[in-house]
Protein backbone atom coordinates (compact mmCIF):
# COMPACT_ATOMS: atom_id res chain seq x y z
CA UNK A 1 0.00 0.00 0.00
CA UNK A 2 1.48 3.34 -0.76
CA UNK A 3 1.14 5.74 1.87
CA UNK A 4 1.36 9.43 1.11
CA UNK A 5 3.86 11.24 3.44
CA UNK A 6 5.33 14.55 4.32
CA UNK A 7 7.76 15.65 6.76
CA UNK A 8 7.72 19.19 8.29
CA UNK A 9 8.96 21.11 11.34
CA UNK A 10 7.39 23.41 13.30
CA UNK A 11 7.74 27.82 14.15
CA UNK A 12 8.78 29.17 16.99
CA UNK A 13 5.51 32.06 16.62
CA UNK A 14 3.24 33.08 18.47
CA UNK A 15 0.78 34.58 16.16
CA UNK A 16 -2.58 33.68 14.99
CA UNK A 17 -3.51 32.93 11.43
CA UNK A 18 -6.91 35.03 11.27
CA UNK A 19 -7.69 33.95 7.62
CA UNK A 20 -7.02 30.55 7.86
CA UNK A 21 -10.23 28.38 9.33
CA UNK A 22 -9.35 26.09 12.43
CA UNK A 23 -10.32 22.25 12.46
CA UNK A 24 -12.49 21.57 15.60
CA UNK A 25 -10.21 20.59 18.86
CA UNK A 26 -11.25 16.59 18.31
CA UNK A 27 -9.67 13.96 19.16
CA UNK A 28 -9.54 9.94 18.59
CA UNK A 29 -8.59 8.17 21.41
CA UNK A 30 -7.83 4.99 19.86
CA UNK A 31 -5.87 3.94 16.19
CA UNK A 32 -8.13 4.74 13.01
CA UNK A 33 -8.42 1.66 10.53
CA UNK A 34 -6.94 3.21 8.17
CA UNK A 35 -3.44 5.60 8.74
CA UNK A 36 -4.36 7.72 5.13
CA UNK A 37 -3.20 11.51 6.61
CA UNK A 38 -0.71 14.03 7.57
CA UNK A 39 2.20 12.35 10.55
CA UNK A 40 3.04 15.36 12.92
CA UNK A 41 6.13 14.47 14.27
CA UNK A 42 6.59 15.71 17.27
CA UNK A 43 9.93 16.21 19.18
CA UNK A 44 8.71 17.52 22.34
CA UNK A 45 11.14 19.03 25.17
CA UNK A 46 14.37 18.09 25.60
CA UNK A 47 14.82 15.24 28.28
CA UNK A 48 11.52 15.10 28.55
CA UNK A 49 10.61 11.93 26.37
CA UNK A 50 7.62 13.07 25.26
CA UNK A 51 8.07 13.14 21.62
CA UNK A 52 5.49 11.76 19.72
CA UNK A 53 3.08 11.39 16.11
CA UNK A 54 -0.19 13.32 16.02
CA UNK A 55 -2.50 12.22 13.01
CA UNK A 56 -4.31 13.89 10.77
CA UNK A 57 -6.60 11.68 8.91
CA UNK A 58 -7.11 12.81 5.28
CA UNK A 59 -11.40 11.82 5.40
CA UNK A 60 -11.54 14.38 7.75
CA UNK A 61 -12.32 12.47 10.98
CA UNK A 62 -11.23 13.00 14.06
CA UNK A 63 -6.83 13.26 14.95
CA UNK A 64 -5.24 11.26 17.11
CA UNK A 65 -2.92 13.55 19.55
CA UNK A 66 -0.59 10.97 20.22
CA UNK A 67 -1.09 7.77 17.66
CA UNK A 68 2.03 6.04 18.59
CA UNK A 69 1.40 6.32 22.60
CA UNK A 70 -2.13 5.78 21.82
CA UNK A 71 -1.11 2.20 19.71
CA UNK A 72 1.73 1.24 22.01
CA UNK A 73 1.03 2.57 25.85
CA UNK A 74 3.88 4.62 26.24
CA UNK A 75 5.63 7.58 24.34
CA UNK A 76 8.23 7.23 21.28
CA UNK A 77 10.57 9.02 23.08
CA UNK A 78 13.58 12.21 23.71
CA UNK A 79 13.30 14.38 20.48
CA UNK A 80 11.92 12.52 18.18
CA UNK A 81 13.68 13.92 14.72
CA UNK A 82 11.79 12.27 11.91
CA UNK A 83 9.62 9.39 10.37
CA UNK A 84 10.25 7.34 6.90
CA UNK A 85 7.69 4.86 6.13
CA UNK A 86 9.36 1.39 4.02
CA UNK A 87 7.70 -1.61 2.88
CA UNK A 88 4.84 -1.37 5.52
CA UNK A 89 6.82 -0.24 8.41
CA UNK A 90 7.71 3.56 9.90
CA UNK A 91 10.84 4.64 10.91
CA UNK A 92 11.01 6.92 13.88
CA UNK A 93 14.47 7.96 14.13
CA UNK A 94 14.41 9.33 18.68
CA UNK A 95 17.22 11.04 18.59
CA UNK A 96 18.04 11.54 22.14
CA UNK A 97 17.15 8.34 23.14
CA UNK A 98 19.80 6.46 20.97
CA UNK A 99 17.17 4.31 19.00
CA UNK A 100 15.08 4.05 15.95
CA UNK A 101 11.10 2.73 16.77
CA UNK A 102 9.95 0.71 13.85
CA UNK A 103 6.20 0.33 14.08
CA UNK A 104 3.44 -1.24 11.49
CA UNK A 105 1.66 1.33 8.90
CA UNK A 106 -1.34 -1.11 9.66
CA UNK A 107 -1.93 -0.57 13.29
CA UNK A 108 1.10 1.71 13.87
CA UNK A 109 2.37 -1.22 16.64
CA UNK A 110 5.85 -1.30 17.47
CA UNK A 111 7.80 -4.31 15.62
CA UNK A 112 10.98 -3.49 17.19
CA UNK A 113 13.91 -1.03 18.15
CA UNK A 114 16.50 -0.39 16.43
CA UNK A 115 19.52 0.46 19.13
CA UNK A 116 23.19 0.74 19.33
CA UNK A 117 23.22 4.56 17.00
CA UNK A 118 24.28 7.53 19.16
CA UNK A 119 22.26 10.50 17.41
CA UNK A 120 20.23 9.24 14.97
CA UNK A 121 18.78 11.56 12.35
CA UNK A 122 17.35 10.10 9.79
CA UNK A 123 16.84 6.70 7.73
CA UNK A 124 16.78 5.56 4.40
CA UNK A 125 15.39 2.15 3.12
CA UNK A 126 17.56 0.91 0.36
CA UNK A 127 15.56 -2.62 -0.24
CA UNK A 128 13.68 -5.21 1.40
CA UNK A 129 16.56 -5.71 3.98
CA UNK A 130 18.46 -3.30 4.03
CA UNK A 131 18.57 0.33 5.22
CA UNK A 132 20.46 3.38 6.55
CA UNK A 133 20.22 6.09 9.43
CA UNK A 134 22.90 9.05 10.05
CA UNK A 135 24.43 9.67 13.10
CA UNK A 136 25.01 13.22 14.51
CA UNK A 137 27.02 12.16 17.31
CA UNK A 138 29.70 9.74 16.00
CA UNK A 139 29.21 11.44 12.03
CA UNK A 140 28.76 8.33 10.51
CA UNK A 141 25.91 6.17 8.55
CA UNK A 142 24.92 2.82 9.18
CA UNK A 143 23.76 0.03 7.74
CA UNK A 144 20.75 -1.27 9.26
CA UNK A 145 19.57 -5.10 8.58
CA UNK A 146 15.69 -4.41 8.80
CA UNK A 147 14.65 -7.88 9.71
CA UNK A 148 16.46 -8.62 12.70
CA UNK A 149 16.72 -4.71 13.86
CA UNK A 150 20.56 -4.01 14.47
CA UNK A 151 23.48 -1.92 12.88
CA UNK A 152 25.85 -4.29 10.73
CA UNK A 153 28.26 -1.62 9.61
CA UNK A 154 28.99 1.98 9.55
CA UNK A 155 30.87 4.54 7.70
CA UNK A 156 32.35 7.81 8.44
CA UNK A 157 30.70 11.17 6.66
CA UNK A 158 31.77 14.47 7.44
CA UNK A 159 30.15 16.30 10.44
CA UNK A 160 26.27 16.14 10.76
CA UNK A 161 25.48 13.62 8.06
CA UNK A 162 22.10 14.29 7.78
CA UNK A 163 18.80 14.18 5.34
CA UNK A 164 20.23 11.42 2.58
CA UNK A 165 18.70 10.57 -1.04
CA UNK A 166 19.52 7.12 -2.98
CA UNK A 167 20.15 7.21 -6.68
CA UNK A 168 20.55 4.08 -8.09
CA UNK A 169 23.48 2.34 -6.32
CA UNK A 170 24.52 5.97 -4.95
CA UNK A 171 23.74 7.35 -1.70
CA UNK A 172 24.03 10.75 -1.50
CA UNK A 173 24.64 12.23 2.40
CA UNK A 174 24.35 15.80 3.19
CA UNK A 175 26.72 16.79 5.80
CA UNK A 176 24.98 19.39 7.50
CA UNK A 177 27.63 20.48 10.26
CA UNK A 178 25.82 19.85 13.26
CA UNK A 179 26.30 22.67 15.52
CA UNK A 180 29.37 23.41 13.66
CA UNK A 181 30.03 23.73 10.11
CA UNK A 182 30.62 21.37 7.20
CA UNK A 183 30.60 21.79 3.24
CA UNK A 184 30.66 18.57 1.73
CA UNK A 185 28.35 15.77 0.12
CA UNK A 186 29.74 12.13 1.05
CA UNK A 187 28.58 9.58 -1.95
CA UNK A 188 28.42 5.76 -0.88
CA UNK A 189 28.10 3.05 -2.81
CA UNK A 190 25.71 0.87 -1.40
CA UNK A 191 26.47 -2.09 -3.39
CA UNK A 192 29.75 -2.04 -1.65
CA UNK A 193 29.55 -0.06 1.16
CA UNK A 194 31.90 2.36 0.99
CA UNK A 195 32.62 5.60 0.18
CA UNK A 196 33.35 6.29 -3.53
CA UNK A 197 33.46 10.32 -3.59
CA UNK A 198 33.02 13.45 -1.69
CA UNK A 199 31.48 16.41 -3.70
CA UNK A 200 32.31 20.24 -2.36
CA UNK A 201 29.49 22.17 -1.71
CA UNK A 202 28.31 25.74 0.39
CA UNK A 203 28.09 25.80 3.72
CA UNK A 204 26.05 23.54 5.64
CA UNK A 205 24.23 21.14 3.02
CA UNK A 206 21.38 19.67 5.11
CA UNK A 207 18.11 19.09 2.48
CA UNK A 208 18.57 16.94 -0.82
CA UNK A 209 15.40 15.84 -3.28
CA UNK A 210 16.66 13.53 -6.73
CA UNK A 211 14.39 14.30 -9.49
CA UNK A 212 12.39 12.92 -12.35
CA UNK A 213 15.31 14.27 -14.76
CA UNK A 214 17.94 12.31 -13.00
CA UNK A 215 19.46 14.89 -10.82
CA UNK A 216 19.43 16.12 -7.66
CA UNK A 217 18.52 19.47 -5.62
CA UNK A 218 20.31 20.24 -2.21
CA UNK A 219 19.70 22.91 0.08
CA UNK A 220 22.75 24.67 2.32
CA UNK A 221 21.38 26.14 5.18
CA UNK A 222 24.85 28.33 5.46
CA UNK A 223 25.81 29.39 9.12
CA UNK A 224 25.21 32.08 11.28
CA UNK A 225 29.57 31.54 12.96
CA UNK A 226 30.56 30.58 16.09
CA UNK A 227 28.19 33.70 18.06
CA UNK A 228 24.95 31.81 16.59
CA UNK A 229 24.16 36.03 15.65
CA UNK A 230 23.07 37.20 12.13
CA UNK A 231 25.68 39.49 10.77
CA UNK A 232 27.44 40.38 7.56
CA UNK A 233 30.16 38.03 7.97
CA UNK A 234 28.00 35.12 7.89
CA UNK A 235 27.83 32.68 4.88
CA UNK A 236 24.61 32.84 3.58
CA UNK A 237 22.37 30.09 2.37
CA UNK A 238 22.32 27.96 -0.89
CA UNK A 239 20.44 25.91 -3.15
CA UNK A 240 22.38 23.60 -6.27
CA UNK A 241 21.96 21.02 -8.95
CA UNK A 242 23.74 18.10 -8.85
CA UNK A 243 24.77 15.78 -11.52
CA UNK A 244 24.90 12.22 -9.88
CA UNK A 245 27.40 10.75 -13.04
CA UNK A 246 30.05 13.76 -13.32
CA UNK A 247 29.28 14.18 -9.45
CA UNK A 248 29.55 18.12 -10.00
CA UNK A 249 27.30 21.27 -9.25
CA UNK A 250 26.05 22.23 -12.45
CA UNK A 251 23.54 25.01 -10.95
CA UNK A 252 23.48 27.32 -8.39
CA UNK A 253 22.21 30.04 -6.04
CA UNK A 254 24.15 31.46 -3.45
CA UNK A 255 22.28 33.68 -1.53
CA UNK A 256 22.84 36.69 0.90
CA UNK A 257 24.23 36.41 4.27
CA UNK A 258 21.06 36.80 5.61
CA UNK A 259 18.92 34.11 4.02
CA UNK A 260 19.30 30.53 5.50
CA UNK A 261 16.71 27.98 3.47
CA UNK A 262 15.50 25.07 5.04
CA UNK A 263 13.39 22.36 4.39
CA UNK A 264 13.05 21.52 0.56
CA UNK A 265 10.03 20.15 -0.59
CA UNK A 266 10.08 19.18 -5.05
CA UNK A 267 6.57 19.44 -6.80
CA UNK A 268 5.47 16.01 -8.28
CA UNK A 269 6.61 17.79 -11.54
CA UNK A 270 9.75 18.59 -10.90
CA UNK A 271 9.67 21.85 -11.94
CA UNK A 272 8.98 24.29 -7.94
CA UNK A 273 11.21 23.65 -5.06
CA UNK A 274 9.43 24.82 -1.86
CA UNK A 275 11.32 25.41 1.67
CA UNK A 276 11.80 27.63 4.19
CA UNK A 277 13.61 31.08 3.85
CA UNK A 278 14.68 32.68 7.48
CA UNK A 279 17.24 35.23 8.97
CA UNK A 280 18.32 32.26 11.23
CA UNK A 281 18.93 28.57 11.83
CA UNK A 282 15.73 27.17 12.66
CA UNK A 283 12.65 28.91 11.22
CA UNK A 284 11.64 30.67 7.87
CA UNK A 285 8.83 31.82 6.00
CA UNK A 286 7.66 29.55 3.55
CA UNK A 287 9.06 30.39 0.14
CA UNK A 288 8.98 28.95 -3.87
CA UNK A 289 11.72 29.22 -6.43
CA UNK A 290 11.45 27.55 -9.20
CA UNK A 291 13.45 24.31 -9.76
CA UNK A 292 14.18 24.17 -13.59
CA UNK A 293 15.38 28.21 -13.83
CA UNK A 294 17.80 29.50 -11.13
CA UNK A 295 17.55 32.83 -12.68
CA UNK A 296 13.87 33.27 -11.07
CA UNK A 297 13.91 35.36 -7.99
CA UNK A 298 12.26 32.94 -5.14
CA UNK A 299 8.46 34.49 -4.24
CA UNK A 300 7.08 34.64 -0.46
CA UNK A 301 4.12 32.41 0.22
CA UNK A 302 3.35 33.12 4.07
CA UNK A 303 3.97 36.33 5.87
CA UNK A 304 4.72 34.25 8.85
CA UNK A 305 7.81 31.88 10.09
CA UNK A 306 7.55 28.26 10.63
CA UNK A 307 9.43 25.93 11.88
CA UNK A 308 8.67 23.16 9.65
CA UNK A 309 7.62 22.43 5.90
CA UNK A 310 5.49 19.51 4.10
CA UNK A 311 4.09 18.75 1.21
CA UNK A 312 1.58 16.28 0.08
CA UNK A 313 2.75 13.14 -2.32
CA UNK A 314 0.09 14.81 -5.16
CA UNK A 315 1.93 17.97 -4.86
CA UNK A 316 -1.28 19.98 -4.05
CA UNK A 317 -0.89 21.20 -0.51
CA UNK A 318 1.85 22.22 1.58
CA UNK A 319 1.68 22.02 4.96
CA UNK A 320 3.64 24.27 7.91
CA UNK A 321 4.09 23.04 11.83
CA UNK A 322 4.16 25.87 14.78
CA UNK A 323 6.10 25.07 17.34
CA UNK A 324 5.87 26.25 20.95
CA UNK A 325 8.28 24.05 23.77
CA UNK A 326 5.77 24.62 26.44
CA UNK A 327 1.84 24.58 24.68
CA UNK A 328 0.43 22.25 21.90
CA UNK A 329 0.18 24.45 18.85
CA UNK A 330 -1.81 23.75 15.04
CA UNK A 331 -0.29 22.74 12.22
CA UNK A 332 -1.38 25.16 9.44
CA UNK A 333 -2.18 23.57 5.61
CA UNK A 334 -1.54 26.10 2.31
CA UNK A 335 -2.44 25.76 -1.52
CA UNK A 336 0.84 25.65 -3.29
CA UNK A 337 -0.02 29.14 -3.99
CA UNK A 338 -0.03 30.39 -0.26
CA UNK A 339 -3.44 30.54 0.17
CA UNK A 340 -4.03 29.42 3.69
CA UNK A 341 -7.45 26.53 3.86
CA UNK A 342 -7.25 25.12 7.17
CA UNK A 343 -5.72 23.75 11.07
CA UNK A 344 -5.42 20.41 12.30
CA UNK A 345 -5.46 19.00 15.19
CA UNK A 346 -3.37 20.50 18.24
CA UNK A 347 -0.23 18.94 18.76
CA UNK A 348 3.32 19.27 20.90
CA UNK A 349 6.52 20.63 19.83
CA UNK A 350 6.15 19.46 16.12
CA UNK A 351 9.45 19.23 14.31
CA UNK A 352 8.31 17.32 11.10
CA UNK A 353 5.44 16.08 8.79
CA UNK A 354 4.73 12.60 7.20
CA UNK A 355 1.88 12.47 4.73
Known sequence: MNYPRILLSVVLSQFLLISCEKEPDRSNDSVPPSLK????????????SNGGVTFWPSDGSAGVVDLFSTANGF?????LQSMRIHNGRA?????NSQKIEVVSMAD??????????????????????????????????????????APIDSLACGTGPDQMALLNNLLFVCNSG???EDSSITIINTNSFSVQATIQTPVNPASIKTTTNGDLLVLCKGSLGDDFTPSPDDPGGAILRINPTSLSVTDSIQYNWDQHPLQLQLSQDNTTAYFLMGTGAYTGKIVKQSATDFNQAHQ???????????LETDGTRLYAGK????ANTHTLRYTTQGTPEISGPKAGHQNKLSC
Open 37 to 48: GVFCINEGAFLA
Open 75 to 79: PAGDV
Open 91 to 95: YLCVN
Open 108 to 149: FKRLGTISGIAGPRYFLGLNDSLGVVSDWVSNQVYLIHLNSF
Open 178 to 180: GFG
Open 300 to 310: ELSNREFYSLG
Open 323 to 326: ASFS
